[in-house]
């Protein structure tokens, strides 16, 4: 089946420090990735998506590539801030829209001044 | 860009009593919504898929008959949770996928909390 694995967190970081955030999935065929964020409180935002091999998705300086021949999809940011502070969702799409989404357990990123 | 709304926010009940949250997707078309929820600390969990105009679909483990989801058109999915109980407070949410689907992605709503005492 299909299934996203996250590293586990909690990851603390001082600002402007680089962040990875690794993330390998088990698909059929190819899937969208996509990272979402979640502050605190609030709902899920799509962070940056990708649906084919090689693509790199980007937004607000964070960036994923996605790579087929290590089913991976790590998040990055070269120089974090406190405002980043948020839980990380890595999550996979295997079909069209009208199928669910398969999400990590998430990584909770907090970053301190 | 596509926008889904839930009402309320959050909520605070009394067990024993049934609470409806309400899932719009405000400048599209919805075929599809589904309803995850979120403990804690913890990843969101399926609980079921919704079709306009047919009854739900839910993931195993999830009561139909405490999670009542109604899909009756291509704006609006609800959600009530019947005889709430304590256990039941959580984080709910919703997302929305375009009719078209060529989106590939679903758009989520805000979420719902829920407090039950």
């Known amino acids: 089946g299909n299934s996203v694995t996250q590293m586990e967190g909690p990851v603390t970081l001082s600002e402007e420090a680089f962040l990875t955030i690794n993330c390998t999935y088990t698909a059929t065929g190819y899937p969208s990735l996509f990272w979402y964020v979640q502050y605190p409180g609030e709902g899920l935002q799509l962070l940056l998506k990708?649906?084919?091999?090689?693509d790199k998705g980007s937004n607000k300086g964070f960036e994923a590539t996605y790579r087929k021949e290590t089913t991976s999809f790590h998040l990055e940011k070269g120089s974090v801030q406190v405002s980043d502070s948020a839980v990380y969702f890595c999550a996979l799409l295997r079909y069209s829209g009208n199928t669910p989404l398969v999400f990590g357990k998430g990584t909770r990123l907090s970053v301190i001044a | 860009g596509a926008v889904v709304s839930q009402h309320p926010s959050w909520v605070i009940c009394k067990s024993g009593t049934s609470v409806k949250i309400e899932c719009r997707s405000l400048d599209f078309q919805a075929t599809t919504m589904f309803w995850y929820r979120q403990f804690p600390k913890q990843s969101l969990m399926l609980m079921a898929t919704?079709?306009?105009?047919?009854?739900?679909?839910?993931e195993q483990g999830v009561e139909k008959d405490k999670f009542l989801i109604n899909h009756a058109s291509l704006t609006l999915s609800t959600l009530t949770v019947t005889s709430a109980h304590p256990e039941d407070s959580s984080f709910y949410i919703c997302?929305?996928?375009?009719?078209?689907?060529?989106?590939?992605?679903?758009?989520f709503g805000p979420g719902t909390r829920l407090t039950v005492l």
């Open positions: 997302s929305a996928s375009p009719r078209a689907g060529a989106l590939n992605e679903q758009f």
């Open positions: 990708a649906t084919k091999a090689d």
């Open positions: 919704s079709n306009e105009g047919s009854k739900a679909t839910y």
